[in-house]
Nanobody, 128 residues
Framework: EVQLVESGGGLVQAGGSLRLSCAAS????????VGWFRQAPGTERVGVSS????????YYADSVKGRFTISSDNAKNTVYLQMNSLKPEDTGVYYC?????????????????????WGQGTQVTVSS
């Protein structure tokens, strides 16, 4: 059974930084894509960043390029999302998601429908 546990959310002023963590169990990173998604109140869940471990590629939404960095510690089975220069529009619940990659699906790694395993989310609030 895949389990994902997010942590690291909180309240930060605009321009500040946070690092989110996603601790995974029940999976071997080599075969998976792991993504971060954000959901603001009354909106759909949107892809922020993802990583595929078979080839080490990373993917970012245009809105976070240059500000957010996804990384992993395979020994700890943990994926991180370093968020710098935070903006109020980055506010939302951040979810970690994982999906086994059986073939190249690079067009879908920022799409919520691609992922079937989800964490419980962690709240990020950026004040102006």
């Amino acid at each position: 059974e895949v389990q994902l546990v997010e942590s690291g959310g909180g309240l930060v002023q605009a321009g500040g930084s946070l690092r989110l963590s996603c601790a995974a169990s029940g999976i071997t990173f080599d075969d998976y894509a792991v993504g971060w998604f954000r959901q603001a109140p009354g909106t759909e869940r949107v892809g922020v960043s993802s990583i595929t471990f078979s080839d080490g590629k990373t993917y970012y939404a245009d809105s976070v390029k240059g500000r957010f960095t996804i990384s992993s510690d395979n020994a700890k089975n943990t994926v991180y999302l370093q968020m710098n220069s935070l903006k109020p529009e980055d506010t939302g619940v951040y979810y970690c998601a994982a999906e086994r990659v059986l073939y190249d699906s690079s067009g879908y790694y920022l799409e919520s429908f691609f992922f079937t395993s989800w964490g419980q989310g962690t709240q990020v609030t950026v004040s102006s």
